[in-house]
């Protein structure tokens, strides 16, 4: 099994609906994040999350929300789906007590999410 | 103008060849310097990473920073169609920064 699961894999929604994309590991680690990949602008940061009471926003949040609802569980919400939200998501975690905290983080396989 | 540049390709070459995947960036706090390789439809992985400038060197990797240029480059030798991949550099700074992407270069190795 995958340390750093992602579901659904894949999900088509119309415009205005809510929908939560869900992520969950089993590394123990504490810190966790959401990105967005679109083609040929790299990952850039949605929410991350140092632990389960400290959530924080990051370079493209509006629109977006976050829950980390335990150290394992981080998801992400689109209140109201936008066609401009259709990308790819991945969900990371990194683990603060390594010394590679800041320089490795752990992806899921992604979410493919598109908004007709 | 985005903090981490990088072409976006797609490079093809034959197999066997040398490849060089470059970066550039403008944030002179950057210490950490990644590069991460993405197969289609996967999360990226870290391949290797460097600190402060110089070389390091992994096999048939090696990674290169000059931060005098604000320049980072990843060499892959005697390439292989298993290293078909999306490579994104990443960088971050001192305690508390999180990872900035580049946009990732879409390479091909031709058997």
């Known amino acids: 099994d995958a340390d750093v699961t992602q579901t659904p894999r894949n999900r088509i929604t119309k415009t205005g609906k809510r929908i939560m994309l869900e992520c969950s590991q089993t590394?123990?680690?504490?810190?966790m994040y959401w990105y967005r990949q679109d083609p040929g602008l790299g990952l850039q940061l949605i929410y991350y999350?140092?632990?389960?009471?400290?959530?924080n926003k990051g370079e493209i949040s509006d629109g977006y929300s976050v829950s980390r609802q335990a150290q394992a569980k981080f998801s992400l919400s689109l209140e109201s789906a936008i066609p401009n939200q259709t990308a790819l998501y991945f969900c990371?975690?990194?683990?603060?007590?390594?010394?590679?905290?800041?320089?490795?983080?752990?992806f899921g396989q992604g979410t493919r999410l598109t908004v007709v | 103008q985005k903090e981490v540049e990088q072409d976006p390709g797609p490079l093809s070459v034959p197999e066997g060849a040398i490849v060089s995947l470059n970066c550039t960036y403008s944030?002179?706090?950057?210490?950490?310097f990644m590069w991460y390789r993405q197969y289609s439809r996967k999360g990226p992985e870290l391949l290797m990473y460097?600190?402060?400038?110089g070389n390091k060197e992994d096999g048939r990797f090696t990674a290169q920073v000059d931060k005098s240029s604000k320049y980072i480059s990843l060499f892959i030798r005697d390439s292989q169609p298993s290293d078909s991949a999306t490579y994104l550099c990443?960088?971050?700074?001192?305690?508390?920064?999180?990872?900035?992407f580049g946009g990732g270069t879409r390479l091909m190795v031709k058997p």
């Open positions: 990371a975690t990194s683990d603060s007590k390594t010394a590679s905290w800041n320089t490795e983080a752990f």
């Open positions: 590394k123990g680690h504490d810190r």
């Open positions: 999350s140092f632990d389960v009471k400290d959530i």
């Open positions: 944030n002179s706090a950057f210490q950490y």
């Open positions: 460097t600190y402060s400038s």
């Open positions: 990443a960088m971050s700074g001192s305690a508390g920064n999180m990872l900035t």
